[in-house]
């Protein structure tokens, strides 16, 4: 079977050494609740040579931090670049919130020709890099905790490597691990990375194998053709060692994200649900056993492929995709069948609504299953206006941020903003703002006192 990952995410050309210190302009200002790092390549034997920058948001509220949720771009410049606004992302923040877990966001510098093994593979480096940063992003915030608290990862492509690296290199850590068309080495291939070991504790650590359909389960020609036999791969040899790992396959897409976020918050959900501790520094816990559900491995999901309670399933486990509980069986079967993973939950309402002059400000929390599409204005009881008008989001649902192709917000940053110019002046009048998530659910409006 060939290992397809490689061949997709890590180009193996490398830079000219002048060209391995490219400087990324991050413009989105890094002020509280954001903090961020930066560190320069190094040419130090088994450190990182590319530089790096990590921003994190500390959830407001200053209450000790449980855990921090990483979300891990993939490779080459662009994809590089989308890492900048990985802790801005409103969707993201809404589970981090809920869980009082930091959000982080890295940022490699790798040029475009590079190899990014040299990052994605995180024994060159990055595992360090990330442990550091986490040290000192906790002294900035004024959370030391920081250092020290679980991980839940989330990687696409050589962010899924990265991800998955990590969960087989520190198990102790990771609550879970949800890798998006990307998988690390665990078998040996002649010229490939070196695999890691596979533990008994990596075992415990849920993960996730989440691919698109035009990555080679039905398009098996062409540039991503690769990433479901390495993913198969993978899978295979960690669920026969009894791993707690799924397999999902999204209908719609290729290499993109498309609508996975609307399958892997709720999974993550339910995962730092089950394993962070009551008390902080306790070890991890386990996954309840008993609320476990299976799956049998089918690329075409069919009426019969519907998962059912572990203790009812009859056939060959070692084959079977695992999943947490029953509310993410069901959303894994919508996601499989079409990619719409129902949401029968309205949106929190916005908040804060001021005006000033004819310019309308709010804030508001993202809807954790389905995030924001875009908020309606009313002004003396009829609608106004949308902002934005026209959400946008070429590679899924129209989201108010937008998405990059890795699953991050575009830049500049929408804004919760609106400006009435078709007021009088001297005229007074009464505004709402009401939110609407990505399955077309309105929130409760908020009125400017």
Request: a neutral charge; charged letters at 15%.
């Amino acid at each position: 079977m060939r290992w397809g990952l490689l061949l997709l995410v890590c180009a193996l050309r490398v830079a000219p050494l002048s060209a391995q210190e490219p400087v990324y302009v991050n413009v989105l200002a890094a002020k509280p609740p954001y903090y961020r790092v930066r560190y320069p390549a190094s040419t130090e034997p088994g450190t990182l040579i590319y530089p790096v920058s990590y921003t994190v948001w500390i959830p407001p509220g200053g209450k000790s931090l449980r855990g921090v949720i990483v979300h891990q771009h993939g490779c080459g410049e662009g994809s590089c670049k989308s890492g900048q606004t990985g802790a801005f992302d409103l969707h993201w923040q809404s589970l981090a919130r809920k869980h009082q877990c930091a959000l982080l966001g890295p940022s490699y510098e790798q040029p475009e020709m590079a190899n990014c093994q040299m990052w994605c593979d995180p024994r060159n480096g990055s595992a360090a890099a990330f442990q550091k940063s986490l040290a000192e992003l906790g002294t900035q915030s004024g959370h030391p905790e920081l250092a020290s608290v679980p991980w839940a990862l989330w990687g696409h492509s050589g962010g899924g490597h990265w991800a998955g690296g990590m969960a087989l290199l520190f198990p102790e850590r990771v609550v879970a691990a949800w890798l998006r068309s990307g998988v690390p080495p665990v078998i040996a291939v002649e010229g490939k990375p070196q695999p890691y070991s596979i533990s008994e504790a990596a075992c415990q650590v849920p993960l996730m194998c989440n691919v698109g359909t035009q990555e080679g389960v039905t398009v098996k020609e062409g540039r991503f053709a690769g990433v479901w036999p390495g993913n198969q791969q993978f899978f295979q040899t960690m669920r026969a060692r009894g791993s707690l790992i799924g397999v999902a396959i999204d209908p719609l897409s290729s290499h993109d994200c498309g609508n996975q976020r609307y399958l892997a918050i709720p999974w993550l959900d339910a995962c730092l649900t089950a394993r962070l501790p009551a008390t902080p520094g306790a070890p991890l816990k386990s996954m309840p056993s008993g609320d476990s559900w299976l799956a049998p491995l089918d690329l075409e999901v069919a009426p019969g492929s519907a998962p059912v309670p572990a203790a009812q399933f009859g056939g060959d486990r070692s084959q079977s995709v695992w999943l947490p509980n029953a509310s993410i069986a069901t959303a894994w079967l919508q996601y499989s069948r079409d990619s719409v993973v129902a949401d029968p939950t309205p949106p929190p309402a916005p908040a804060n609504l001021t005006q000033r002059d004819n310019v309308l400000t709010w804030t508001a929390e993202a809807d954790l299953e389905s995030g924001l599409s875009h908020f309606v204005i009313e002004r003396d009881g009829k609608v106004l206006a949308r902002v934005p008008e026209m959400p946008r989001n070429p590679f899924g649902r129209p989201l108010f941020q937008n998405l990059s192709y890795s699953d991050t917000p575009t830049q500049p940053l929408a804004e919760m903003q609106f400006t009435d110019n078709s007021v009088v002046p001297g005229q007074t009048h009464q505004y709402r703002v009401i939110a609407v998530n990505t399955v077309g659910l309105d929130s409760v409006g908020s009125t400017k006192p």
